[in-house]
């Protein structure tokens, strides 16, 4: 039973414009969520965080917004770029309530940034 | 520093045979990891190690899969005897404390059972 989900598999954007990706999750001890971004042919590394007890972090061009009531998150790239086209996986923790430390993914939307 | 590496990068055997997928961490992280990514479908976890004890292996999929980390160093996971849904993207990770932030994986085993 999937309990992180990512509606979208595939989403192209003009290169300047932002890009949202989207994420859905049904567990509601996830304390603790993160978007990895993968390139073919490589591991999945890490782009940005947010705890439960916040609703927004920026870094750069990357924020990511947290929605607990709607049990949703997003992923906003301004302004987007060629070198962002990978595919981005959310991820969930539910760390403090159960004390495990593995990650509950997504299956991954594929960013096309169209130059 | 060396990033976590994971071999072979790629494994193509029979239903039936075994494998042995290997990965040796980030020196000093005491936490690793294995994932598995079958195709188009989420990134799961199979195990954790802390040092050389298994913390959780509540994603273990049954007994054809055995994971071992000898001595707190590298890690290896058999499959034995594979069988075609077993195909997948291994991913091993390795972080120094409990830290997503520390969280580094590897670039994967790409499995294929035919």
């Known amino acids: 039973d999937q309990q992180v989900k990512q509606n979208s598999p595939s989403l192209s954007v003009q290169e300047g414009r932002i890009s949202i990706l989207n994420c859905d999750y049904t567990?509601?001890?996830?304390?603790?969520f993160l978007w990895y971004k993968k390139y073919p042919a490589e591991g999945p590394t890490f782009l940005i965080s947010i705890s439960s007890i916040k609703d927004k972090n920026e870094d750069g061009r990357f924020t990511v917004f947290l929605n607990k009531s709607a049990k949703h998150l997003s992923l906003h790239i301004v302004p987007s770029q060629p070198g962002d086209s990978a595919v981005y996986f959310c991820a969930a923790s539910a760390r403090v309530g159960t004390g495990a430390n593995n990650l509950f993914f997504g299956t991954g939307t594929r960013l096309t940034v169209i130059p | 520093e060396a990033g976590v590496t994971q071999f072979p990068s790629h494994s193509v055997i029979e239903k039936g045979q075994t494998v042995t997928l290997r990965c040796d961490p980030i020196?000093?992280?005491?936490?690793l990891y294995w994932y598995r990514r079958v195709m188009g479908k989420e990134i799961k976890f199979l195990l954790h190690f802390v040092k050389e004890s298994k913390q959780d292996e509540s994603g273990m999929p049954n007994n054809r899969f055995l994971a071992e980390r000898t001595g707190g160093t590298y890690s290896t996971l058999k499959v034995q005897p594979a069988e075609l849904e077993d195909s997948g993207v291994y991913f091993c990770a390795s972080s120094q404390g409990t830290s997503y932030y520390g969280y580094t994986f590897g670039s994967g085993t790409r499995l294929t059972v035919v």
């Open positions: 020196s000093g992280h005491d936490n």
């Open positions: 567990n509601s001890m996830f304390d603790y």
